[in-house]
């Protein structure tokens, strides 16, 4: 029986900002009709509103109408159950998470993304109880997730350890202060990418976004760039992996047009 293929998804952060209107979106499109448009030109999206407020199943079928077949959404955990003091006590806020109608993104549902604050230290039994709160399946669908840590307390063994254990995704972050982890733990890779330059017309010079096509391609065959940051020395498994790319916050205007670039280095 053959492997399937690896697919690469690339993307933004939400799809409503004012100022992609006329740059991103073309002038005169209706408001409603943006995540269409989105979806035409993208492959992925994740939607930061679902750390701030709960959503509805309605709103979740509505999303995922509006987008073609082989679309995904990634989805931010809540805050509830990242901000808080013990991790182990967040087992409620994640249940509600899920119960919100996430499900309702039938096939188009991509990872589940926990972010944390840059103030939150690892501390092994606590952050072992959360992840192991993070159930594999839930109605029937299998879940993906990605923690996204911001403390360099978590450069250790022991963390990456864990995710692979439980096989979680430690998110890559491109930025300037965040703690940089490389290490590939699941069966997918998941990075965003917060080094853009709005001054250029697709937010990375064509350089930068050729050496990330050559990351993903990397990440998609089973492997690891060679050019990355990783705590633990020791490779994972080489298999084939989807791979989730989004071009995330800094130079958000150019956000798509990056994206749309990448994606078109990886035809």
Request: glycine share 8%; proline share 6%.
């Amino acid at each position: 029986m053959t492997k399937k293929a690896a697919k690469i998804y690339t993307g933004v952060g939400g799809w409503t900002y004012a100022p992609w209107r006329g740059v991103f979106y073309p002038k005169g499109l209706p408001h409603a009709r943006e995540l269409e448009y989105a979806g035409e030109h993208l492959t992925s999206i994740e939607i930061n509103g679902t750390f701030y407020s709960t959503q509805s199943p309605k709103t979740y079928r509505k999303w995922a109408s509006e987008v073609p077949d082989g679309f995904v959404f990634a989805l931010k955990g809540p805050r509830y159950a990242v901000n808080r003091r013990v991790l182990a006590e967040a087992g409620d806020s994640i249940t509600r998470f899920l119960e919100s109608g996430i499900t309702e993104l039938g096939p188009k549902l991509g990872p589940l993304l926990w972010q944390f604050a840059p103030h939150k230290k690892y501390d092994e039994a606590d952050f072992g109880a959360f992840l192991d709160l993070l159930p594999k399946a839930f109605d029937g669908q299998t879940l993906r997730h990605v923690v996204e840590v911001r403390n360099d307390t978590f450069k250790t063994p022991g963390f990456i350890a864990a995710l692979r254990q439980r096989r979680i995704a430690a998110c890559y972050a491109e930025h300037d202060s965040y703690t940089e982890i490389a290490d590939v733990t699941a069966d997918f890779v998941y990075a965003r990418l917060q080094k853009g330059d709005e001054s250029l017309k697709a937010g990375y010079p064509p350089k930068a976004l050729d050496q990330w096509a050559k990351r993903a391609e990397a990440w998609a065959k089973g492997g690891a760039p060679d050019d990355l940051p990783c705590v633990d020395k020791k490779a994972a498994a080489k298999t084939p992996r989807d791979v989730f790319i989004y071009f995330i916050h800094e130079a958000k205007l150019r956000a798509p047009a990056a994206a749309m670039a990448l994606i078109e280095r990886l035809k």
